[in-house]
């Protein structure tokens, strides 16, 4: 009996011990003013047009897509075989590689019991 009460008595007080753990509260916060807001894209004027440079690496053709300076994605053409882009998606100067716009999901799909 005293186990089961036990049991019931950490079980009521496991939430409360989650809830004031899982979010600290911020210390030392400080507002910042000086932050400039973001550009606005006005209607009827048009965006900023990357700038693409093509070199040659090898046999391979790349060409590098710049907006502002920032490389954000390279396609490559090998000198034998289908071209791949390679794409910056969060910005932070890793590339990942996509082979096209209509890349299949293959899911491995095996037989693991049949009756």
Known sequence: MRILAAFVIAAM???AF????AHPK???LQVV???PPPPRVEAGKPLPEPVVTTRKVGDDTVQEYRIGGKLY???VQPANGPAYYLIDE???GRFSRVDGPDVKLSVP???????
Do not use: F, H, I, Y
């Open 18 to 21: 989650a809830q004031s753990t």
């Open 26 to 28: 911020p210390k030392d």
């Open 13 to 15: 007080a496991l939430p």
């Open 90 to 92: 969060k910005g932070e």
């Open 33 to 35: 003013d000086d932050v």
């Open 73 to 75: 994605q390279q396609k």
């Open 109 to 115: 799909m095996w037989v693991v019991l049949t009756w």
